[in-house]
C-alpha cells in the first residue's frame, strides 16, 4: 500500500502517487475502469482530471465510474481553461467563471464536493496580488 502524506496545510492526506486524468480520452473506457479500480485497490487515493479535459468527459468519466468508491478518494479538478460555443480556447480566471465552471464540474463530477479545486492556469491579464 501507498503511504498517505498531508496536502499542504488542507487537512487532506493523500497518496504519494495519484491518478492524472488529462489522458483519460480513449474510448476503450472499459480499460480505464479497470485501471482506476486497480489503483484505488493499490491504496491511490488522489484522482486529478479537469474541466477542459476531453471538453469535460474526464470528469465525465469519474461522476459515472465512482459511485460507492467516491469516498474513498481525494478528487481534484481544475477551471480557467474551457472552450467557448465556437470551440476557441478560453483562459478566464474571472469569479463568474470559476461559479459557472465549478457548477458544472460538479454536475460531471456527480458530486456536491470537490476535494481540491483550483485554477488550471493564471490569466496572463489577471493581477497577482501581493507577488
Not at 495519484?18 to 487515493?45: H, K, S
Not at 480566471?93 to 470559476?98: H, T
Amino acid at each position: 500500500m501507498l503511504k498517505n502524506v498531508p496536502l499542504g496545510r488542507s487537512g487532506l492526506k493523500v497518496s504519494q502517487l495519484g491518478l492524472g486524468a488529462n489522458r483519460l480520452l480513449d474510448p476503450a473506457q472499459a480499460d480505464w475502469v479497470a485501471t482506476v479500480n486497480a489503483a484505488l485497490d493499490r491504496g491511490v487515493n488522489f484522482i486529478d482530471s479537469a474541466a477542459i479535459y476531453g471538453d469535460g468527459r474526464s470528469e465525465s468519466f469519474f461522476g459515472a465510474m465512482l459511485g460507492k468508491r467516491r469516498g474513498e478518494v481525494v478528487l481534484a479538478t481544475k477551471c480557467g481553461i474551457y472552450r467557448s460555443p465556437e470551440g476557441k480556447v478560453v483562459v478566464d480566471g474571472r469569479p463568474a467563471s470559476i461559479g459557472r465552471e465549478c457548477d458544472e464540474s460538479l454536475a460531471r463530477l456527480k458530486t456536491d464536493v470537490i476535494d481540491l479545486y483550483y485554477l488550471h492556469q493564471i490569466p496572463k491579464d489577471m493581477p497577482l496580488a501581493g507577488c
